[in-house]
């Protein structure tokens, strides 16, 4: 008797999903089908960047190949590419290198590209004062103090991963400007960080002796 009834709770359930099927067989084949392709279209995607990523880090090591060979013009040409057409980290990192290159017989140029890439938010904070202290360093030369001040006193707080380098130029900016008392500032900012590589203190204990040699001739 029990297999009688098991017999016909069988026939039940397959009523039940033939039923199932001749409502929803085609819902359920057209989303078998969106996820294979939805699958595959990931895949070919992922594969896409990939091969492109491959692609812009070998362009890019043949550019530093240039630049030390001391092939100027072609090195900024190729970081200039890759800069505009490679992916997003790629790019950032040419235009670095670009105006590197560009450094060498533009520096306002150079000094443009560097303003640029420090006020691009999506590069984020590092890169932007990576920037900012490179533009910096090509003006400190010929700027007035007060502009390398303002580029650069943003980049002497505790927080920031460039604040050495910073504080030194501020410090050497000073010097050129031949302003003690600023220079004595940054040197203070300076020896008080417990995290100040020896190699900044000892620039700045040399800056501060030929400044006291200067004052005593």
Request: with cysteine; net charge neutral.
């Amino acid at each position: 008797m029990s297999d009688i009834f098991q017999e016909v709770d069988e026939e039940i359930r397959r009523e039940r999903l033939r039923k199932l099927w001749d409502q929803y067989g085609i819902l359920i084949i057209a989303a078998c089908v969106l996820l294979v392709v939805g699958v595959g279209g990931w895949r070919t995607y992922e594969w896409w960047e990939a091969k492109k990523a491959a692609e812009a880090g070998t362009a890019f090591q043949a550019a530093i190949a240039l630049a030390n060979e001391g092939k100027n013009k072609e090195a900024e040409e190729a970081f200039g590419k890759l800069a505009t057409t490679g992916p997003a980290i790629y790019r950032t990192l040419a235009r670095f290198r670009e105006a590197a290159e560009v450094a060498r017989r533009d520096p306002k140029a150079a000094v443009a590209i560097y303003d640029r890439l420090a006020a691009e938010n999506s590069a984020g904070r590092v890169l932007q004062d990576l920037a900012a202290l490179r533009a910096a360093t090509i003006l400190v030369d010929t700027a007035p103090y007060s502009e390398i001040v303002q580029r650069l006193e943003p980049l002497t707080a505790p927080d920031r991963t460039f604040r050495h380098s910073a504080r030194n130029m501020l410090a050497l900016a000073a010097w050129r400007a031949k302003d003690p008392t600023a220079m004595q500032r940054w040197a203070d900012m300076i020896f008080a960080d417990a995290d100040t590589p020896s190699g900044t203190r000892g620039q700045i204990q040399m800056l501060l002796a030929l400044a006291e040699s200067e004052k005593k001739s």
